[in-house]
Every structure is written in structure tokens, then in C-alpha cells.
């Protein structure tokens, strides 16, 4: 035993190095386990998924979708990185397109966006998210349990337009999508969320086709805001604003007419507006200096207007010295008689 064991400690010696370099590779652990067996795993997933693809395929195209679906499943289930996961991702949207199951076909493409950014046919993918958002808005219920109609979506459609935009920024379906997150807002009365869709689309995509279109909706929006001359008129204003615009930017658009209309008719609110608040000081507070500011104002705004007439006849009393009649003493005067 004494001789032995220096022979023992000088193998040990030996074979020190070879040993520590074996538990340093973690590959070494368990024998013959390496990098080729793990490469060879995995071209076996690819080979695997691959086949039921094919499988899933077939079933596909001869309408046995119910078979296609179970397939495209498994892949997705047991193959989660594989190169045909994308593609069966895509097919299953497809078939959940086919039954009317819009958000769970967007949700699946959608799928392949995020965890498959190599994906060859992105384009398909957006086109196909386009499609089932655009059925949404326009009043697609789905189903459940496949039998009952359910509920109508906008919200959903817009957040799945919002989302198509994050996803494409630069292609021609980014400015559909904030036209159709407008039009959705539009039709659920929300039209601050209408007004950011449009003031993004403009600023974003000027060249779009839909450029004047954006426009238009804009100055039509701030519109339907206004309450009338008594009101605040920063909806009047805006409004003028992208009208005024719209005639410079597109002064050939079929629309150029229907637009001056109501360009005059937004002025003529404005108009009158200003001319409220001058009969205000002029009658109410006995400030001429203020009234003619705002007379002034009227008859610049919209010379022709009938408002910009009176503030005229205003004006022109208060330079011959005329003292206006206290409207507030006479209605003070009614009151005390009821």
C-alpha cells in the first residue's frame, strides 16, 4: 500500500488537467452528449415540424379545416421555434378568418410578428391583420360557440388598426389604419381619439393618398364641436384652420367647393361670435374701446357677412357719440314687471 499510493497520486497528477477541463465543459457532463447532438436535435424539430406542415397543409387546401387546425396546433404546441411554426401560425388565422373568429386570427398573426421577425411573408401577415380589424369595424360580430352572434367590436378594431401601425410604420397599410381608427372613432362619438388618428396621418404620411381626406375629416370634426356663436370658438378656429389648408394644399380636389361652403359658413359663425362679444361692452359694460375691438374683428373676419354688417352700423354709432340703449336696464325693468 505505501508504494501504491504514490503511483495513485502521480496518475492523479496526470490526469488533473484532462479532468478539469472535462468538468469545465458542461457538454462533457453526461458522456457523449455535444454541440452535433443538440444541432442534430434540432434538425430534427425542423424535420418534424416540417412534415406536419405538410400534413396540415394538405388538409388545408381540401377544406378539412378542423383537421388543419388540430395540426397547425401541434406544430405551434410542440415546436414553438421552428421555421414552420410562422407559417402554420398564419394558416390557423386563416382558419379562425374562415369562421369569422377575427381576433383570435389577429392574435395569432400577431404571434408571428413578435416571435417570428424572420418570417418571409410579413407583408401577407399585415395585409391579413388588415382584414380582420377592417371586418371588426365594419360591425363583424363573430361567434359564440360558433352558433350565437356576438357583440360588435370597434374597440377592438381600433387597438388591432393601432397595432398595425406599430407593427408597419412605413408601409401603405399604416395611413389605412389611422383613417380607420378615425372613421371607428367617428362612428363611436370619440372624437378626440378621431382627431389624434387624423393629425398623425397628416404629420406622419403628407404624401399619402389620404392626405385630403385627413383634411377634410379634421376640419369637419372640429366642426361638429362647435355649439354655436356663444360658445368658446377654439373648435371654429380649428376648424377654418384646416379648411383654409385643405384649399391650399389641394386646390384641384373635387371637394374644393364643398369646402369653401363651409370655410364661409365656420367664418360666419366666427363672425358672429365676435360680434356678441362687442355688443357685449357696447351694451352691457359701456366700453366703446373694447366693442370696437371686437366690431373691428367681426368685419375682418368675413367682410360680406351679415355680422361683419352690423358691427358696421355698431361702429358707426359709436363714432357719432350715440349712446346705445341699456338692453340690461330693460330687462331689468321686465323682470320687475313679472
Request: net charge negative; hydrophobic share 40%.
Amino acid at each position: 500500500m505505501q508504494r501504491t499510493f504514490p503511483l495513485l497520486l502521480a496518475l492523479g497528477l496526470l490526469t488533473a488537467p484532462s479532468l478539469h477541463a472535462l468538468s469545465l465543459n458542461p457538454f462533457n457532463w453526461f458522456g457523449a452528449t455535444s454541440n452535433d447532438s443538440i444541432n442534430l436535435a434540432s434538425s430534427e424539430n425542423q424535420d418534424g415540424a416540417a412534415g406536419l406542415l405538410a400534413v396540415g397543409k394538405v388538409n388545408y387546401e381540401a377544406g378539412k379545416l378542423s383537421a388543419a387546425k388540430r395540426t397547425f396546433k401541434k406544430i405551434i404546441k410542440k415546436y414553438p421555434t421552428s421555421s414552420s411554426t410562422a407559417e402554420a401560425l398564419t394558416l390557423r388565422a386563416r382558419v379562425y378568418m374562415s369562421k369569422e373568429l377575427w381576433a383570435k386570427g389577429f392574435d395569432d398573426l400577431q404571434k408571428v410578428i413578435t416571435e417570428h421577425a424572420n418570417y418571409e411573408h410579413f407583408d401577407r401577415v399585415i395585409a391579413d391583420q388588415f382584414d380582420c380589424a377592417t371586418a371588426l369595424m365594419e360591425g363583424a360580430r363573430g361567434r359564440i360557440l360558433w352558433v350565437f352572434p356576438g357583440f360588435k367590436q370597434y374597440g377592438t378594431s381600433a387597438k388591432q388598426f393601432e397595432q398595425i401601425v406599430q407593427n408597419a410604420p412605413y408601409s401603405d397599410y399604416a395611413p389605412l389604419a389611422l383613417m380607420n381608427i378615425a372613421l371607428v372613432a367617428e362612428d363611436t362619438a370619440e372624437p378626440e381619439d378621431a382627431i389624434d388618428a387624423l393629425d398623425r396621418l397628416i404629420n406622419y404620411y403628407p404624401q399619402s393618398m389620404l392626405a385630403p381626406d385627413a383634411y377634410y375629416n379634421l376640419a369637419q370634426t372640429y366642426s361638429d364641436l362647435v355649439q354655436g356663436y356663444e360658445y368658446d370658438q377654439g373648435s371654429t378656429r380649428r376648424a377654418i384652420s384646416y379648411y383654409e389648408d385643405f384649399l391650399i394644399l389641394f386646390p384641384t380636389s373635387n371637394y374644393s367647393g364643398e369646402v369653401e361652403a363651409n370655410l364661409k359658413k365656420m367664418e360666419n359663425l366666427l363672425a358672429s361670435s365676435r360680434l356678441n362679444l362687442g355688443d357685449f361692452y357696447y351694451y352691457f359694460r359701456n366700453n366703446n374701446t373694447a366693442a370696437l375691438v371686437f366690431y373691428n374683428e367681426t368685419i375682418s373676419i368675413e367682410p360680406d357677412s351679415d355680422a361683419a354688417a352690423e358691427a358696421r352700423l355698431r361702429i358707426q354709432d359709436i363714432e357719432a357719440g350715440v349712446r346705445p340703449t341699456n338692453k340690461a336696464s330693460i330687462i331689468r325693468k321686465l323682470l320687475r314687471a313679472e
